[in-house]
């Protein structure tokens, strides 16, 4: 397995001739970017919460808590940003709460390895999700860009973290990850929406 991860693409700006019938307005994508992004933070911090109460005290956790502080300050930005834009937050916080605290759980109680493949599953998608949002938004919105794109490194460092802890060396690796991948990308359509 390619040790590198592929680095997320990103497209051309979008314009307004590039609209469909039916697309969101500028102000509702806009909108459902700052939601998504608030509800994956907090299934990110969830998930390191979750995996730092089977591993706390251990070589893997002790990265975990690091990954989490970054993600406790993506968080707060993104809580910055509904506040300040009145942006509705997921209906499904809830939900995200619970899950990811026991996706959290449960792959660090498979092992600091399966810890670390839910890392790199997890991150790939996020790191894809905020390159193609960055490649959305135009000058007008430089200033959330630029976050967006700098939290996107953000996650790259800790995907790449995951992978110098062994995440691809977990027992069925492609299994584990293609299913966190799927529900990660379940998670950001549902929380644009809701």
Request: net charge negative.
């Amino acid at each position: 397995m390619d040790d590198a991860p592929e680095q997320p693409h990103t497209r051309p700006r979008a314009t307004a001739e590039d609209a469909l019938p039916g697309d969101p307005g500028k102000e509702e994508l806009v909108a459902r970017m700052i939601r998504v992004d608030q509800a994956g933070e907090y299934g990110a911090v969830r998930i390191y919460e979750g995996q730092l109460a089977v591993l706390r005290g251990t070589r893997a956790g002790d990265k975990i808590e690091e990954m989490l502080a970054q993600e406790h300050e993506h968080l707060a930005a993104f809580n910055e940003m509904i506040v300040e834009r009145r942006v509705r937050p997921t209906a499904l916080q809830p939900l995200w709460h619970l899950a990811g605290f026991a996706l959290g759980a449960a792959t660090a109680a498979l092992g600091p390895r399966a810890a670390m493949a839910c890392t790199v599953a997890v991150e790939e998608v996020i790191g894809k999700h905020y390159g193609d949002q960055a490649g959305r938004l135009g000058e007008d919105e430089a200033p959330l860009r630029e976050r967006i794109e700098a939290f996107r490194d953000d996650e790259l460092e800790h995907l790449n973290t995951a992978v110098e802890h062994g995440a691809y060396e977990t027992p069925g690796y492609e299994v584990l990850a293609g299913a966190i991948k799927a529900g990660s990308r379940l998670a950001i359509w549902l929380s644009t929406r809701l």
